[in-house]
């Protein structure tokens, strides 16, 4: 049953957060972090050959940011499972992220166990944007 992992990609570029992130998520005995990038060209070029189940990406990054990584994921392989990361809660950040294809959204400052449950909810198919973003989104129409 070893191979039940969800196997999931860090982008981001500050080396503390890819770091605490992954002894974070290697709580989680299903979660395995199979690579962690320190921006948007290392990821797009390991992603082809990883295919991580989840690729949890920082928005804020250059040369390459998070929304132009996940446009350009997205265009060549469409059924990919992004969650946008970031620590900023506007809900512009978010709905720009799921415009592109991202399937989900949490801030760096999501409890653990709400990035979890984010994690497994994107895995299954579904959509996930954190509570903190919630909040702060408009009614919908």
Request: charged share 20%; proline share 4%.
């Given at each position: 049953m070893k191979n039940d992992y969800i196997r999931i990609m860090l982008v981001d570029d500050h080396q503390l957060v890819r770091e605490s992130f992954k002894l974070?998520?290697?709580n989680?005995?299903?979660?395995?972090?199979?690579?962690?990038?320190?921006?948007?060209?290392?990821?797009?070029?390991?992603f082809?050959?990883?295919?991580?189940?989840?690729?949890?990406?920082d928005i804020n990054m250059s040369p390459v940011n998070g929304f132009e990584l996940t446009r350009r994921i997205i265009e060549t392989m469409p059924m990919a499972k992004?969650?946008?990361?970031?620590?900023?809660?506007?809900?512009?950040?978010a709905t720009r992220m799921m415009e592109l294809g991202a399937r989900g959204f949490l801030t760096k400052t999501s409890p653990l166990e709400e990035i979890n449950r984010g994690i497994l909810a994107v895995h299954r198919g579904e959509h996930?944007?954190?509570?903190?973003?919630?909040l702060n989104m408009p009614p919908s129409e």
């Open positions: 974070l998520l290697e989680n005995p299903r979660f395995q972090v199979i690579a962690d990038c320190d921006n948007g060209n290392a990821a797009l070029e390991q082809q050959s990883l295919n991580p189940d989840i690729m949890l990406v992004i969650i946008g990361l970031s620590v900023h809660n506007q809900a512009k950040y996930y944007i954190c509570e903190e973003v919630r």
